[in-house]
């Protein structure tokens, strides 16, 4: 076998938005055809492997795939068992994408779920691996404070900068992101194998089976419905905030989230090793009053600033739940998704809100050799076109 024939992959968390995202990257031959012999997606969601969309081929690249994992549920010794059980060569495991996530109202709940899963998840494949190389963990921009609203720390400080502090300790202690860096840091100590964090921001993509955050989903959806009932060329009013509409933020799509992950992965130890590398899709920040008139366009409607008139995903579905119902049936859509979709807290529309300039800066990831970007049109379409091809659209 060649060095890259004996890379093998496992994601925890494959069908969320970033894992999806990882295995479907891997499974595509990211960075290069073969870099990967082995692909093992782990989840706790039962679900139809077709229904992912995922390149595979049985037998033939790779992947694997275990599903009905509960992290929270399985300690070290039994999830060791069932991967041993259940995970053919599970003794070559040499990368870790972490991808898992566990949501509670209840933020130290929150930290010692989010904590657990990792540490499962990692000291598991430390006992049953021998290869293992590198561990890669999936944040975000609540590592900055950004939902903290009128707390944000670094107010008039845009771009942000992996070097900036933590937030207070007052907000920190419930942040799960730091709970899980502490203990990989801890975890890593003395071990031949290394680690980094990833940190996005506003995440386009989609997760096949509904996610909490996806922002594209819910978006598409509302844009798709609302030209359903409205007719096309109709003008959509922007749903967030005036002050929403020209402040500055960075989309990150799950394509170029996933490939820094595995980017960064294969890097030198000394290049890598306990670093935070943002991640966007272009190195310019974006408004909403940029954005939304292209998303619009998708759909053949026109994006307007924010009005009197503007309504929430949730709120416009709920005006015509008739109609929304009867085209799922006709249509043969994901009704129950869908709903799901545009009922979820990513459809709040909290980052469409926030009054201050969050954009990220990508020095860090470009010193490392990661230049890949996306336009607006490029990260949002395909996202769009992703949720056409599983029928989550109208």
């Not at 003794?91 to 499962?120: G, W």
């Not at 890593?188 to 940190?199: L, V």
């Not at 989903?217 to 929403?244: C, D, K, M, N």
């Not at 459809?347 to 607006?376: I, P």
């Amino acid at each position: 076998m060649t060095e890259n024939q004996n890379k093998h992959a496992i994601v925890f968390g494959c069908t969320g938005i970033n894992g999806w995202a990882l295995v479907n990257q891997l499974l595509c031959g990211y960075p290069a055809i073969g870099a990967f012999g082995k692909v093992t997606a782990i989840s706790n969601r039962p679900f139809n492997l077709d229904d992912t969309k995922w390149p595979y081929e049985d037998g033939k690249n790779g992947l694997q795939v275990i599903s009905g994992i509960d992290l929270l549920v399985e300690d070290i010794v039994s999830l060791q068992a069932i991967l041993s059980e259940r995970v053919p060569s599970v003794e070559t495991v040499s990368h870790i994408y972490f991808a898992a996530y566990r949501e509670s109202q209840d933020d130290p709940e929150e930290c010692r779920m989010n904590k657990q899963m990792l540490d499962v998840s990692v000291q598991t494949i430390e006992k049953l691996s021998s290869c293992l190389q590198f561990v890669t963990l999936i944040t975000g921009t609540k590592a900055y404070g950004v939902l903290l609203g009128d707390k944000f720390p670094f107010r008039g400080q845009a771009p942000l900068k992996e070097s900036f502090p933590r937030i207070p300790d007052e907000f920190a202690k419930d942040l799960f992101y730091y709970h899980q860096k502490n203990h990989l840091k801890e975890l890593s100590k003395g071990k031949s194998w290394s680690w980094c964090e990833i940190r996005p921001d506003i995440i386009i993509g989609v997760a096949p089976f509904g996610n909490a955050n996806c922002i594209a989903q819910s978006t598409g959806i509302f844009l798709s419905f609302y030209r359903e009932i409205e007719g096309p060329g109709a003008r959509v009013p922007f749903i967030g905030s005036e002050a929403g509409w020209t402040l500055l933020s960075t989309d990150s799509n799950q394509d170029i989230i996933a490939q820094l992950c595995i980017f960064a992965s294969l890097q030198p130890k000394d290049k890598v090793h306990g670093q935070t590398f943002n991640i966007g899709d272009n190195s310019v920040p974006l408004s909403w009053s940029t954005r939304w008139p292209l998303l619009a366009a998708y759909f053949g409607l026109e994006g307007t600033g924010p009005s009197k008139d503007s309504v929430t995903p949730a709120q416009y579905i709920d005006r015509h739940w008739t109609e929304f119902q009867t085209l799922c049936r006709e249509r043969g859509l994901r009704e129950d998704v869908i709903y799901r979709s545009i009922r979820n807290t990513g459809s709040k529309g909290k980052t469409t809100v926030m009054d201050f300039d969050r954009h990220l800066d990508l020095g860090r990831a470009r010193a490392l050799g990661f230049n890949k970007e996306l336009s607006t049109e490029d990260s949002w379409y395909m996202a769009f076109d992703r949720l056409r091809n599983a029928k989550l659209l109208f």
